[in-house]
Every structure is written in structure tokens, then in C-alpha cells.
């Protein structure tokens, strides 16, 4: 494998912003410093552009089936997708299957993901049924590399407390983590019951039907719950509200071990989305709903604080074809989801850290380095250090791109952000000292993507 100089640029971690080069040796970094040299090394020029590690997405459902429909981004698509985006290490959470088994979703996931990735990849369980197997069942599954699960608060699979308090002991005794998703489910079937008697179908009563209320009491009960356990380790997903965020605020002074992913919808889009014209609404049907422009400022300050710990994506990439045909008259029957992981780490850059509401190292902490340390990838990735994966992002900070499916590589037919200018776009992307984008060209050729085996939970 050949060596790797990358000469010239701006090297930016969680912690610390400097002018170095760096050396990459069979597919690691061997060194960062000032005026390196390497032998034959290929050389990469990085003046003027910023050098950072790998973005890591722990949330996506690149390979979902519901209801009868498979998203539009597979595995292989949706890593190629990420990857145009900076993304070199994606964290997939599987769908629930009927019988609740846990195992059987593993299986399949591994199989269509081996050869099949542009990135590295992990896996999440899921546990949606729990039975005399379950502990034997995570067992396995934290011996396999993947120490996280999710449980669901809502839709079919969900749990109730006392399951949730079932898997949260489980998955503490295995040093494990328990994601969850967080909503109050009875609160949504009584309420979206209400808005169909009305025949209040449109895409206006989607965030009706589940208002901000059913976040917070969903976190607050969880954190509850998990104090039940034993204080068991607990991550929040897709957090949308600022009243959830003040829930999690209180658990962290408590010094709880609680942890909360946001995404950049939830920062960036609000719930005018679903008053638009025709079917144009339905682009933005995903759970949680898009919120008021209140809870996006809460969930910036968050991640300026310290309170929410990784941005992710929740990337479901639904064609709005398949959105119309299922949900224009009737919203309730519309799949969830919206496409994500590309424009994850521009957005971020160009609306955190263009715009001063976040700093740069912060910026690496949320999008690589957090999301490494906690899902058990680090030391190998999230950093850029001697020893560390070389999954490197030269990101060109001037490079101004308008969104739109046709600029993006994903397969949905559409783009939740079609429109937005982002500032600073990734030009050239190594997975482990591989070119996997080069001068903004995707490289087409062998799945380098490898199955990642997590540590477990340590902190
Ligand atoms: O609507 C969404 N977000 N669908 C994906 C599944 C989930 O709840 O994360
Ligand atoms: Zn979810
Ligand atoms: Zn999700």
C-alpha cells in the first residue's frame, strides 16, 4: 500500500487546531507534524484547506424495509452518499422484525452490508420483544462488536418500563448501551385517533399528532428508568426538543450517565416545512416531527454547551415517489424518514461553524470524536493521531455548494435541504489512506468497507 503525505494543510481535532502535514503508512497515521517527508509517499496538497477526521454517523437506516417498501439508499448507495459527505465510519440501527428477534436482523444486515459499503460500517441491535433469550441474546451480541441496542418507545416494537428496565440492567452488566428512541406512544395514538375522526389528514397534523410534550415526558420517564437500572448507561436519539434537552440537562448535573444525538434537521428545518403546497410537505414526515424555531436554537445552544454529546443523521431516504403514493391523502400512512448523511458534516461546518455557533474543534467533536468514543470505535477512529485509522476529510472551507439531488449522490429523488447554500464542502476523503472522493469525484470501485467489532462501553 502506498504511503500517503498530506502536505500543507490545517489539522483540526476535538482539541486542537494546527499547521501540519500528515504521514499515512499501511493505512494508519504514522505521523503529524511540521515539513514532513515519506519515501515515494503519494502527495496530497491541503494549503489552504482543513484536515479532520473521519465523520462518524451512529444513526442511519440505509438498508430498512417498512411496511412493504425498502428505502431508496442501500447499503451501498447510502455509504457512497455519506462518503461524498465527509461520513468515512456509519453506526447502522436495523429494523424491527415481526418476531422480535434479535439475532435474525444481525444476520441479515452483515450479509447485505459485507462488499457492499464504500465506508466502514458497525451495526446497532435492536431489541423489540424481550423473553427468557434476551440475555443471552445481547450477550452474544456485545461479544459480536456491537455493544448498543435500541428500544423503541413508540410503533409496533416498542417496549413497556418494565421491559426497558429488563434491557437496561442487561445491556449495564455487558457494558453495553441502550439507545432509545423517545416518545410517548399512548400520547400519539390518542391524539392522532382525534385528528382522523376530524379527517384531519394533512401534513399539518403530522407534528400535531406527536407534539414536543411526548419528547420530553419520553426522556424524563427513560432517565427514570435507567436510574431503575442501576443508572445504566443511556443515549438519547434523534433529540428534537428544547424541553427534552433541559431533561438531559438535569441528568448530566446529576452526573447520570446519559447522552444526547441531535440531528441536523432539528437544528436547521422547522414544522412550516409541512404547511407547503401540494406534495412538496411530505418531504418532511419523519419522527420526531420538525419543531418550532425555538427548539432549534435550544438544540444549538446544546451542542455549544457541551449538552448534547453527537450529531448524526437518521438518514431514511424514502423517495417522496414512494411518500405520495402511501401519505397524500391520508398523512398517517406516509413512511418516516428523510435523506441525510452527505450533507451532515457541511451543514454543520457551514451553520455551527461558519456562522460562529460553534468553534471548529467543537464541531470535530460532534461529528467524529464523540459519536467514536461512545459508540466504542475510538481509538481507531474519531482522531487524527498516530496509530489512529487514517480516515481523513480535507474539507475545502470556501467551496460554496447548492443542495439538490442533482448535486448529491444520494438515490432519493429529492433533498429536504434543496436550496440551502452550504460553505465548505469535503474535497477529498481517505478510508484508511484510500481515496475514496477525490478533488469532489467519487471513486468508483471495490467496496472498501469493512465490518467494524465495537468495544464495549467504557465511560
Ligand atoms: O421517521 C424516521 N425517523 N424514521 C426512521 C426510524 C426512526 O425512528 O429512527
Ligand atoms: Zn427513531
Ligand atoms: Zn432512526
Given at each position: 500500500m502506498t504511503a500517503v503525505l498530506v502536505k500543507g494543510g490545517t489539522v483540526v481535532t476535538s482539541t486542537e487546531t494546527l499547521k501540519a502535514d500528515v504521514r499515512v503508512e499501511n493505512g494508519r497515521i504514522a505521523g503529524v507534524g511540521a515539513d514532513l517527508s515519506s519515501h515515494e509517499a503519494h502527495i496530497i496538497d491541503a494549503t489552504g484547506k482543513l484536515v479532520l477526521p473521519g465523520g462518524v454517523d451512529v444513526?442511519?437506516?440505509?438498508n430498512l424495509e417498512v411496511g412493504g417498501l425498502k428505502v431508496a439508499d442501500g447499503f451501498h448507495e447510502g455509504t457512497r452518499s455519506a462518503a461524498c459527505g465527509g461520513t468515512t465510519t456509519i453506526v447502522e440501527h436495523p429494523g424491527f422484525t415481526e418476531d422480535g428477534s434479535i439475532t435474525a436482523p444481525i444476520a441479515n444486515y452483515r450479509k447485505q452490508a459485507q462488499n457492499n459499503c464504500v465506508t466502514d460500517y458497525a451495526l446497532h441491535g435492536v431489541v423489540a420483544k424481550v423473553g427468557e433469550n434476551t440475555k443471552d441474546d445481547l450477550a452474544a451480541l456485545v461479544r459480536e462488536g456491537i455493544p448498543s441496542v435500541k428500544v423503541y418507545m413508540?410503533?409496533?416494537g416498542r417496549l413497556n418500563d418494565e421491559e426497558m428496565i429488563r434491557v437496561l440492567e442487561i445491556m449495564k452488566a455487558e457494558h453495553g448501551l441502550v439507545t432509545v428512541h423517545a416518545e410517548n406512544h399512548e400520547v400519539i395514538a390518542e391524539l392522532t385517533r382525534r385528528l382522523k375522526d376530524e379527517g384531519?389528514?394533512?401534513?399539518?397534523?403530522h407534528p400535531l399528532s406527536r407534539p414536543g410534550y411526548c419528547e420530553a415526558e419520553a426522556v424524563e420517564r427513560m432517565i427514570a428508568l435507567s436510574r431503575a437500572a442501576g443508572n445504566a448507561p443511556l443515549y438519547i436519539v434523534h433529540l428534537s426538543t428544547g424541553a427534552g434537552l433541559e431533561a438531559i440537562r438535569r441528568a448530566k448535573a446529576e452526573g447520570l450517565p446519559v447522552y444526547a444525538e441531535t440531528c441536523p434537521q432539528y437544528l436547521?428545518?422547522?414544522?412550516?416545512?409541512?404547511?407547503?403546497?401540494?406534495?412538496?410537505?411530505?418531504?418532511?414526515?419523519?419522527?420526531?416531527p420538525l419543531r418550532k424555531r425555538e427548539d432549534c436554537e435550544a438544540l444549538w445552544q446544546g451542542l455549544a454547551d457541551g449538552s448534547i454529546d453527537t450529531v448524526a443523521t437518521d438518514h431514511c431516504s424514502f423517495n417522496l415517489s414512494q411518500k405520495t403514493a402511501r401519505?397524500?391523502?391520508?398523512?398517517?400512512a406516509c413512511p418516516g424518514g428523510i435523506p441525510g448523511a452527505e450533507t451532515r458534516l457541511p451543514l454543520l461546518y457551514s451553520e455551527g461553524v461558519a456562522k460562529g455557533r460553534i468553534t471548529l474543534n467543537r464541531f470535530v467533536e460532534l461529528v467524529s470524536t464523540a459519536p467514536a468514543r461512545i459508540m466504542g470505535l475510538a481509538p481507531a477512529k474519531g482522531d487524527i493521531a498516530?496509530?489512529?485509522?487514517?480516515?481523513i476529510v480535507i474539507l475545502d472551507p470556501e467551496r460554496k455548494v447548492t443542495i439538490s439531488p442533482e448535486t448529491l449522490c444520494h438515490n432519493a429523488d429529492y433533498n429536504p435541504y434543496e436550496g440551502f447554500v452550504a460553505t465548505g464542502w469535503p474535497e477529498t476523503v481517505l478510508l484508511r489512506g484510500e481515496a475514496i472522493i477525490e478533488n469532489n469525484e467519487f471513486r468508483e470501485r471495490e467496496a472498501l468497507g469493512r465490518f467494524i467489532e465495537r468495544s464495549r462501553f467504557t465511560e
Open positions: 444513526h442511519t437506516h440505509f413508540t410503533y409496533a384531519r389528514l394533512a401534513p399539518t397534523s436547521l428545518l422547522t414544522d412550516d416545512e409541512y404547511a407547503r403546497e401540494g406534495d412538496d410537505a411530505l418531504k418532511y414526515v419523519l419522527s420526531p401519505g397524500r391523502d391520508n398523512i398517517f498516530p496509530g489512529a485509522d487514517a480516515d
